[in-house]
C-alpha cells in the first residue's frame, strides 16, 4: 500500500474492513442527553444550534464539485438528505484536499485548521478503512454508503475486449494524475505502457477523453466513468466498463463511508440512523441514479 495522497478516491490500502461491520463496534451504546447537570451532548448541541455541518472535497466530481456556493454532486445531495433526517438546516463546509488523509481527518473532523476552519460534525467521502482508523484514534469512520472500485472504460470499436493489462499494448490510455491508479498503470512491469499514459487533472475528464475518441481507454473509478458517460450522454453500446486488476490497488474496491469526532457518539447514532433511512427509503438508490452511478454494496 502506499502513503494516502490527495482526493477522497485515492485512499487505498490493503487494510480494507468489512461492509457489515456495526457501528455498535465503535460507538460506546447508552448515550445520554446530558454528559453532567446542564450541559448538553454532542448532538443536543448541534440540535440547539439547527444547523448540520457536512465537511465535502472541493473539485471531486461526481461527488462534490461547482462553485462553493453552488456545490453538486453526489456527497452534496447526500449531505441534503442527513441534514433533513435530522431535521436540521445544511451548512457544507468545502475544502481542499490536504497532503493526505490524515491532514483532512485533522482538520476537518476532529481539530480544526490552522487557518481557522473546521472542524465540521460530519465529513463525507471517507475510506472505512481498517488501518487508516489505526492511524486517527480521534475519529469514528463508519456507516459506509457505497463501495470504489477502479475500473477501465474502453471503447469497444478500437479495444473490443480487455483480458490482463497486456492486452492494453499499443492503445492510447488516460488516467488521474496523482491516483493509485495512474501509479499502477504506469508502473505495470516497470513502466512497459508509461509512453501510452496521459495524465487529466480528474477521473470525469480521463474517461470524457475516451467517450470523446481522445483515448481508447482510461483507468478510473466506476463511479467517474458512470458518471461522465452519463453526462455526455454517450451511446452504452460503444463503451464498456472492464474490471481490470493491476498490482498496488485492491482487487475488490474499498468502502466509502463517514467520520465524526470519537466522541461525538450521540451524532454518530443519529446519522447511523438517517443512512439507514435513506437507504431503505430509495432515497440514496435514487441519489445514485440520477447521475448515472450504481449504487454498489459497501
Known sequence: MREFKPRPAKYLSTGLISRRHSLGMILALGASTVFAEGELNDLAKIQARGILKVAVYKDNAPFSSGPVNEMTGLDVALAEGLARQLKLK????????????????????????????????????????????QKNRQVTIFSPYMRQMTILLHNVH??????????LKGYKLAAERGTGAASALL?????????Q?????????????VLREQADAAYVLRSQAEAATALDKAKPEDFSITQLRLTGLPDNGWPIGMAIKLSNKDLGHALDDAMKALRDNGELLAMFKARGMT???P
Open 90 to 133: 445544511l451548512a457544507l463546509l468545502p475544502f481542499d484536499a490536504g497532503e493526505n488523509m490524515n491532514d483532512d481527518l485533522r482538520n476537518m473532523v476532529w481539530k480544526g485548521h490552522y487557518l481557522g476552519y473546521g472542524p465540521a460534525d460530519v465529513m463525507l467521502n471517507v475510506p472505512v478503512d481498517k488501518y487508516l482508523m
Open 158 to 167: 478500437k479495444l473490443p475486449q480487455v483480458g490482463s493489462p497486456d492486452d
Open 187 to 195: 508502473g505495470h512491469q516497470g513502466g512497459l505502457l508509461r509512453t
Open 197 to 209: 499514459v496521459t495524465l487529466f487533472n480528474s477521473g470525469m475528464e480521463a474517461a470524457t477523453a
Open 295 to 297: 449504487l454498489t454494496a
